[in-house]
C-alpha cells in the first residue's frame, strides 16, 4: 500500500507512444488515454493513495490534458490526454465523491462533458453565461497569445 | 408533510460572502440540499496567464481576505522550484512565522463567527479582541494588517529587526493566556457544547472519500498536516504537534482549532527565537525555465495547492489554484442531512467558509 507500487503498477496501462504528451514536472507522473481513467483510480485507490487534491486544465501545445493530483505522502499526478474528437472523459465521482467540483468546474471552464454528473446548471459561470467556456483556447487564440508574449 | 424550499443566500445575514444554499425542508429537518458559487468568482487564474510571475504576487495576495499570505509562499514556492532558487534561511523563517501569525488570526476570526452565529456574542467580542494583538503584530512585521505584500520570488521583501522580535516574544505569551481562557469557554461552556456537539458530524470515512483537509479533516481524527508531512520552507527544524480529535463535530473542530492556535503562537515563538541571521533573499531571474510544478503548504484551512507550468517566458502559461474551502463545501450537504433549520447556521460556519477562496 505504498505510492511506488502504485507508480509500478500504473506504468502497466500508461500511453507509452504519446511520450511528446510530457512534461516536466516535480513529482511522480503518470501519461494516460482518457479510457483508461478509471482503471487508474482503482488502482490507485487499492494501493491507498485516495486523497485526490485538484484536478487541472492545462494545454500541452494544442492537446487538452487534465491533470488529476493525487497525494500521499508524496505526489503523484495522472496525466489524462483528452481526445479532440470526443471531448469526454468519465466521472470518479463514483469512487472519489470529493471529485464533484473539481469536475464541474472544469467541465464549465474547459467545455468538456464530464460522463455522469450533472451540469446543467452552472456552478461558477453566470447562470447567462453565452461565451462558451473561458479557459478553452481555441487554435487561433492560442497563436494570439503566442504572439503577445514578451520575447 | 408538505416540503419547502428555503433560500440561503447570496446574499443573507448568516453568510459573511456570497454563496447560495437552497435548503429543502420536511418540517424543521433538512431533507436536502444544493449549494452555488460563482458570485465573487474573478477570474484570477486566467488572469495570471497575461501578467509577469512578480506581477502574479500581488494577484494571489488577493485570491483570500483571510489567508492571503499562504497564496503568496506557495506561489513563490512554485516559481522557485522551476527556477531552482534556494531561499535564504532567514527569509524562510520570517515566511514561517508569517504563516503561523496569520493561522492564529485566522483561527480566531473563525471562533468569532462561529460564536456569533450561535449566539455567543461574548465569546465573538473576547476573540476578534485578542485577534487584534495579533494583527498588530502583522502589521509591526509587514506594514499590512491582511494584505502583507511581503513575499517575492526568492525570499522575502522586509527583514525582522531586533526591536520587533522583542515585541513579538512580549506580546505572544499575552496572547496565549487569552486563547488558553477561550479554550475553556469552548470546553466547559454548557451553552457552547449544547449548540455545537453532535452537529455537522463527519465520519473518518466520509473525509477521505471527499477529500477533506485541515482542520475539519484533523477534528474527525484522519491526522493530516503539510506541515509535516511535505515539509516546506523550515518547519522541519521546528518542533510541534497536530492535534486530533476523534468526536468529528463542530464542537471538535473549535477545540482542535484553538489548540491549533496555541501550537502556532509555540511555533512563532520557536520561530523569533531560533532565526538565523543573514540573507532575506536572493535575486531571482525573470523569465523562468521550461517546466511544470506542484506545490503544497498548509493554510489555516487546510492543504492549498498551486500548479504553475512554465514555458520559458516572462508570464505563467497556467497557474491552477486549489484552496481548502473547495473540500470543505462539497461536504456541507450530507452534514446538512438531517439536522434541524436552527443547526444550519452552526454547521456552515463550522467548516470555515472562505467564499472568495472557492471561487477565485
Redesign the interface.
Given at each position: 500500500m505504498n505510492i511506488e507500487q502504485a507508480y509500478y503498477r500504473l506504468q502497466k496501462i500508461s500511453a507509452k507512444d504519446q511520450a511528446q504528451l510530457l512534461s516536466q514536472l516535480n513529482e511522480k507522473q503518470v501519461l494516460i488515454l482518457s479510457s483508461q481513467l478509471l482503471n487508474a483510480v482503482k488502482i490507485l485507490l487499492e494501493e491507498g493513495v485516495n486523497h485526490l487534491s485538484t484536478i487541472t486544465g492545462v494545454y500541452q501545445g494544442e492537446t487538452l490534458i487534465m491533470l488529476y493530483h493525487f497525494w500521499l505522502g508524496e505526489g503523484l499526478t495522472l496525466r489524462v490526454i483528452i481526445d479532440e474528437n470526443n471531448n469526454e472523459v468519465d466521472t470518479l465521482t463514483q469512487f472519489i465523491p470529493g471529485a464533484l467540483f473539481y469536475e464541474r468546474e472544469i467541465a464549465e471552464m474547459f467545455g468538456i462533458t464530464i460522463n455522469g454528473i450533472d451540469t446543467s446548471n452552472k456552478m461558477f459561470l453566470p447562470d447567462n453565461w453565452q461565451n462558451g467556456a473561458p479557459m478553452r483556447k481555441e487554435k487561433a487564440e492560442i497563436a494570439e497569445d503566442n504572439s503577445l508574449e514578451d520575447k | 408533510m408538505s416540503k419547502i424550499t428555503i433560500p440561503i443566500g447570496p446574499q443573507h445575514p448568516l453568510l459573511k460572502e456570497p454563496l447560495s444554499f437552497r435548503i429543502t425542508l420536511e418540517g424543521e429537518s433538512v431533507i436536502e440540499s444544493t449549494l452555488?458559487?460563482?458570485y465573487v468568482?474573478r477570474?484570477i487564474?486566467?488572469l495570471a496567464?497575461t501578467r509577469?510571475y512578480i506581477k502574479n504576487i500581488t494577484l494571489f495576495e488577493r485570491v483570500c481576505g483571510i489567508c492571503s499570505h499562504i497564496h503568496t509562499t506557495t506561489y513563490c514556492q512554485a516559481v522557485e522550484?522551476l527556477l531552482d532558487l534556494k531561499i535564504p534561511r532567514r527569509g524562510a523563517y520570517i515566511r514561517m512565522l508569517l504563516c503561523e501569525l496569520e493561522r492564529i488570526h485566522s483561527h480566531l476570526l473563525w471562533l468569532g463567527v462561529l460564536a456569533k452565529n450561535i449566539g455567543l456574542n461574548t465569546v465573538f467580542m473576547y476573540a476578534w479582541r485578542d485577534r487584534e494583538i495579533v494583527l498588530d503584530l502583522m502589521e509591526e512585521i509587514s506594514g499590512g494588517r491582511v494584505s502583507h505584500a511581503i513575499n517575492t520570488i526568492g525570499g522575502v521583501r522586509k527583514d525582522l529587526t531586533q526591536t520587533q522580535i522583542e515585541k513579538i516574544s512580549l506580546d505572544l505569551p499575552v496572547l496565549y493566556e487569552k486563547v488558553r481562557e477561550l479554550l475553556e469557554i469552548v470546553e466547559n461552556d454548557r451553552s457552547f457544547s449544547a449548540r455545537t456537539r453532535g452537529i455537522g458530524y463527519l465520519s473518518p470515512q466520509d473525509v477521505?472519500?471527499?477529500?477533506?483537509v485541515g482542520p475539519v479533516a484533523r477534528a474527525s481524527g484522519v491526522d493530516?498536516d503539510l506541515r509535516r508531512?511535505?515539509p516546506n520552507a523550515c518547519y522541519a527544524e521546528l518542533d510541534f504537534n497536530s492535534v486530533t480529535m476523534t468526536d468529528g463535530d463542530v464542537w471538535a473542530r473549535a477545540v482542535v482549532r484553538i489548540m491549533e492556535t496555541l501550537e502556532s503562537i509555540g511555533l512563532s515563538q520557536q520561530i523569533v527565537n531560533k532565526i538565523p541571521a543573514g540573507e532575506i533573499a536572493v535575486t531571482a531571474k525573470r523569465k523562468v525555465p521550461?517546466?511544470?510544478?506542484?506545490s503544497?503548504s498548509e493554510a489555516p484551512r487546510g492543504?492549498v495547492?498551486y500548479?504553475v507550468?512554465s514555458d520559458g517566458?516572462?508570464?505563467p502559461?497556467?497557474v491552477?489554484v486549489?484552496t481548502p474551502t473547495?473540500?470543505a463545501?462539497?461536504t456541507l450537504p450530507a452534514q446538512l442531512e438531517g439536522l434541524q433549520m436552527a443547526d444550519v447556521s452552526t454547521v456552515i460556519a463550522g467548516v470555515d467558509l472562505c467564499i472568495a477562496c472557492a471561487?477565485r
Open positions: - | 452555488r458559487l460563482g468568482h477570474g487564474e486566467k496567464q509577469t522550484g477521505k472519500r471527499y477529500c477533506v493530516i508531512d511535505a521550461e517546466g511544470e510544478f506542484v503544497r492543504e495547492i500548479f507550468k517566458s516572462q508570464k502559461k497556467r491552477k486549489r473547495l473540500t463545501l462539497i471561487d
